[in-house]
């Protein structure tokens, strides 16, 4: 006879402050992981990007190239290369092991928010206050972008990267989605300037920040509006949204200094975790395991499940 399938333990949300990292970076813009997870870089506002091991607290590599503070940076997906963003307008792609400077992007007329890699790691797409999003070819030494897309009417603030589609949020309050298998651009008006956008982990959704202290989760084939996600403040700044691990929860940061964690399906908000005073302007939620750091001032905290038992010796 077929036994059942056992019952999929009920996702664990981060609840438990493992470390906190003192970067020394000024105000901290971002935090990012890597593409596995084991790393994440922190963007300062003192113009460097720092590598670390987040659950060991070890700080790895400080990278120093910018002329102004440093907004948004990603991993390739080999860990070889990061590519940055800033207040300087530029876009720098950086050696990992040598810490070195291979390349700047110049073009923006204005500070870059927002830097993705594609999946190869061919190409490097930043997001800018200037209304584009430029697209750079990561391994020649053209100066000028491979292309444009300049489609928003105000600032770019958030871009991400699936394997043939992209996608944009804007102060103009809309999310754009380019396929570019079928040559297609899909546009979804929110109505709010959007602070951040997202894919959901199963490709299906989008999930869209804005200034308007809501969430909002879209079908992404037909914009339809799946759920709303209230509760948190985001008024003024920049927040980070994303989904946890398995797309069981929506969560965001927060005005107030809490990041909040709301039920994906049901939409009730479930966990408004105290982070400390401020804002936390940035969150980065691990690839595969119930880890989320979260960004506010000049610190970063890592945080688990509150099962999680440190690694001996990683203290």
Sequence with gaps: MAFPEPKPRPPELPRKRLRTLECGQGA??????????????TCGGDKTLKLWNPLRGTLLRTYSGHGYEVLDAAGSFDNSSLCSGGGDKAVVLWDVASGQVVRKFRGHAGKVNTVQFNEEATVILSGSIDSTIRCWDSRSRRPEPVQTLDEAKDGVSSVKVSDHEVLAGSVDG??????????????????????CACFSRDGQCVLAASLDSTLR??????????????????QQYKLDCCLSERDTHVVSGSEDGKVFFWDLVEGA??????????VVQSLAFHPSEPCLLTATGSSVHCWREEAYEAESGAG
């Design 28 to 41: 901290v813009r971002a935090v990012r992981f890597n593409a596995d997870g084991n790393y994440c870089l």
């Design 174 to 195: 809309r999310v754009r989605r380019y396929d570019l298998r079928m040559g297609q651009l899909f546009s979804d008006y929110v109505g709010s300037p959007i602070t």
């Design 217 to 234: 989760l879209l079908d992404k084939e037909t914009g339809e509006l799946l759920g709303e996600y209230t509760g948190h403040r985001n």
């Design 269 to 278: 908000l479930v966990l408004a975790l105290p982070v400390g005073p401020g």
